[in-house]
């Protein structure tokens, strides 16, 4: 039997969106995708509490929705940082050497595809491509994207962002 | 007035008022225009203060294809173009209306990148506002699906479909009129419709650029496929990396529910049809249509084995017809203008135009329609520009992870179907990535084989522990340690892997690799422990 969740974690009022969702769905078990996906915008992650609760209204086994959300790679797990860096590694940025700027970010902050500093500050993401091909390279700063810059650019442009947001 | 009529007048009243005004400013609001919303608010704020509100509109348009060079501004009637405009350049353009345009900003008029297109899916993208159901309808929208379901039958549709040629644009070409006669015949109550819009291929950008364009066209593609099928849900499976395009198809979906357009009794007929969203979640193997179906249904996104086909037993055992964005949208201009027309374009086999996502080491990246059997030469060269900062043109890539790279002794091919796939790429959904000689051949089959990688479902063994290993030689090439033995072993892998893998993804993965063997081999043995080694002679 799967714990209940913490009465504390419901009372949240951003479950009403969720259970919303549910709803329109008649609870039904093929809601589930849609349903991560309007837990993981109210809450920025899904933590183990959501998953339970998620998979009692839907009456899906606990286990069937932790294989869907590691199956899917929009899915997160863990809290991000309250800024983020995401780096686009499609083709076109990869040709125009995004690799390098992941290489950079590692080196100089030692952070990887999905690490958040210790201090909870900043997040590193890459993303499959976000279609901004013909901008390539593409690196998003807090939802807004630097496009079309050198590599030397790029890294003085993150720089500059990142001892702003620090 | 009937349902018809109605749209006509509301198409009428909206021409009236776009005549009323002298000039149009229109400013692309794509994802690949930065800052769009300021040049808007920048342009309306200059028109305000010269008193010009009657004179001049300003409007959100679609992608204008020349994304290198943007943010673009169209001026109608003069068609003029703008390039690199910022909020700053508001008033010299203001002020140039009627006048000598700004010089500055101008892109000339004869470039090849536009005279050498043909925009028949992208005829009205970055010429009408996506987020307006009456500027579509003004450019005559819905008329083919208004057409379709007032005035002629299922089966008439399904044969000028048929007759047309067209083929899936999503990337294996399928013969579209079969594949809706398929699921027309196949019995059962319950028939469904999807729209894949997953467009996983990281490179590429067309289906992004039609559904924030011209989110209706693809819409009325659905309803016309929907009553010649007889499908009364339709889904549409688009990812959750384009915002911008899910924000269109939400609001697109509302204005034509609230036009009668979808819902029940469309048109003032007994047609039903209703258009939902799914986010996909970033898995590249849900683009694969079975898999896409699975994660529909809530499930993780496995493909099943085929047969059965979906139109046959898809989403929840029913029939269902699967297309891509741009199959769909083809289908309004082929209803209106007839087989003959669309078939008047193209190769024998490979008929009317194709969108390809233009990206890379090449001077105007952006968004390209062209007629099958261009030559690749005329798309790079030509419209493309060339190669930017003197280098020299090394490969073409086409297909993304399931394609492969054409090099420059085959530039005269022409695009279609089959020559591709004879060169060892395909089609694939339309990204075309340049390279130039800057460019690693090994590094970028290993960056494809990552993908791949990463992306396999894990559900076959060939694909999962295959992709795997092939990855891990070519990280050997790359580190100049392989010996003769891994470049055997590496051709022995991907043969396997092409052959038994369960879906398109796996057999598919190797092709990178194959087509850089045949072509760029060279590169391989360059990057051996012992380059000199009994292999490099009598394999070039
Ligand atoms: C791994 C894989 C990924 C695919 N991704 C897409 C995609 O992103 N978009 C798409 O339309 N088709 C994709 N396809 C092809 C679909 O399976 C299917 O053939 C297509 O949606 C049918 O539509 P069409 O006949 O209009 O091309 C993919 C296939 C495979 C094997
Ligand atoms: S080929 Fe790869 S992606 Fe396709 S079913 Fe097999 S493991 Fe999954």
């Given amino acids: 039997m799967p714990t209940p969740p913490s009465d504390l974690h419901l009372q949240d009022k951003r479950w009403e969106t969720i259970d919303r969702v549910m709803r329109r769905h ?94 909870n500050r900043i997040s590193l993401l890459e993303v499959r491509c976000v279609g901004a091909c013909a901008l390539a390279p593409v690196v998003i700063a807090d939802g807004s994207i630097i496009a079309k810059k050198s590599l030397a650019e790029s890294t003085a442009m993150i720089r500059e962002w990142l001892n702003d947001a620090a | 007035m009937t349902q018809r009529e109605a749209l006509q007048q509301q198409a009428e009243q909206r021409q009236q008022v776009l005549d009323a005004f002298s000039h149009h400013l229109l400013v692309c609001a794509g994802l690949g225009c930065l800052h769009n919303d300021e040049i808007i608010k920048a342009l309306r704020k200059e ?60 892109l000339p008029a004869d470039l090849p990148f536009f005279s050498k297109q043909q925009k028949k899916v992208l005829a009205l993208s970055g010429r009408i506002d996506p987020e307006n159901i009456d500027d579509y309808l003004a450019a005559g929208g819905y008329a083919s699906a208004v057409n379709a379901i007032t005035a002629m039958s299922p089966p008439e549709i399904l044969r000028i479909v048929g007759e047309s040629g ?51 066209a693809v819409l009325e593609g659905m309803l016309i496929a929907a009553y010649a099928v007889g499908a009364h849900t339709g889904f549409i499976y688009v990812r959750a990396e384009y915002p911008l395009a899910v924000k269109r198809l939400q609001l697109a979906i509302r204005e034509a529910e609230r036009n009668r357009l979808l819902g029940q009794g469309v048109c003032g007929t007994s047609f039903d049809f209703t258009v939902q969203l799914r986010l996909g979640a970033g898995a590249f193997v849900c683009g694969e249509e079975t898999a896409l179906i699975e994660s529909i249904e809530g499930r993780r996104g496995t493909p099943r084995p085929k047969p059965p086909y979906p139109a046959e037993n898809g989403l929840w055992g029913s ?139 894990g559900k076959c063994v060939p694909c999962r522990v295959g992709t795997a290993q092939i990855h891990s030689l070519l990280q050997k090439f790359c580190d100049r340690q392989a010996s003769a033995d891994d470049l055997a072993a590496l051709e022995t892998l991907c043969d396997l892997v092409k052959t038994t893998s369960l879906c398109g993804l796996g057999q598919s993965a190797p092709n990178p690799v194959l087509s850089t063997l045949k072509y760029f081999r060279q590169e391989y043995l360059d990057r051996m422990a012992d380059p000199s080694g009994p292999h490099q002679e009598g394999q070039l």
């Fill in chain 1, 26 to 119: 008649d609870f039904r078990q093929d809601a589930l995708i849609e349903t991560l996906h309007a837990a993981q915008d109210a809450f920025g992650y899904l933590d183990a509490d959501t998953l339970r609760h998620i998979a009692a209204r839907l009456k899906t086994p606990p286990s069937k929705v932790y294989g869907v959300v590691t199956f899917y790679n929009h899915f997160k797990t863990k809290p991000k940082g309250e800024h983020t860096l995401v780096v686009c590694t499609g083709t076109a940025c990869h040709v125009k050497g995004n690799d390098r700027v992941l290489a950079w970010m590692e080196e100089h902050y030692q952070l990887k595809p999905g690490d958040t500093t210790t201090d």
């Fill in chain 2, 47 to 106: 028109i305000a203060a010269q008193g010009l509100e009657q004179q001049i509109l300003v409007r959100k348009a679609g992608c204008m294809g020349l994304c290198a060079l943007g943010p673009l501004v169209l001026v109608l009637p003069d068609a003029v173009y703008y390039q690199t405009v910022t909020p700053q350049d508001a008033g010299e353009i203001v002020a140039a209306l009627g006048k000598e345009p700004v010089q500055r900003l101008l």
């Fill in chain 2, 166 to 216: 067209l083929r899936g644009r999503g990337g294996a070409g399928y013969p579209t009129g079969l594949k809706w006669a398929t699921v027309a015949q196949a019995a059962g109550e319950r028939k469904y419709l999807i729209c894949n819009a997953d467009e996983g291929d990281p490179g590429a950008f067309m289906d992004r650029s039609v559904l924030e364009s011209t989110p209706h």
């Fill in chain 2, 319 to 457: 029939p269902t017809l699967i297309n891509n964005v741009e199959t769909y949208a083809n289908i309004p201009l082929i209803i209106a203008r007839g087989a003959a027309w669309f078939a008047a374009q193209g190769t024998e086999q490979s008929k009317g135009t194709k969108v390809f996502a233009l990206t890379g080491r090449i001077k105007h990246a952006g968004l390209v329609e062209v007629p099958m059997g261009m030559t690749l030469r005329e798309i790079v060269f030509e419209i493309g520009g060339g190669i930017p900062d003197g280098h020299a043109f090394k490969a073409v890539q086409t297909g993304g992870p399931s394609g492969g790279c054409i090099p420059a002794e085959h530039l005269d091919a022409p695009i279609s179907y089959e020559s591709l796939s004879a060169l060892g790429s395909i089609m694939g959904s339309g990204g075309m990535i340049v390279m130039d000689d800057t460019s690693n051949m090994v590094d970028i089959v290993k960056y494809f084989m990552e993908f791949c990688m990463e992306e396999s479902c």
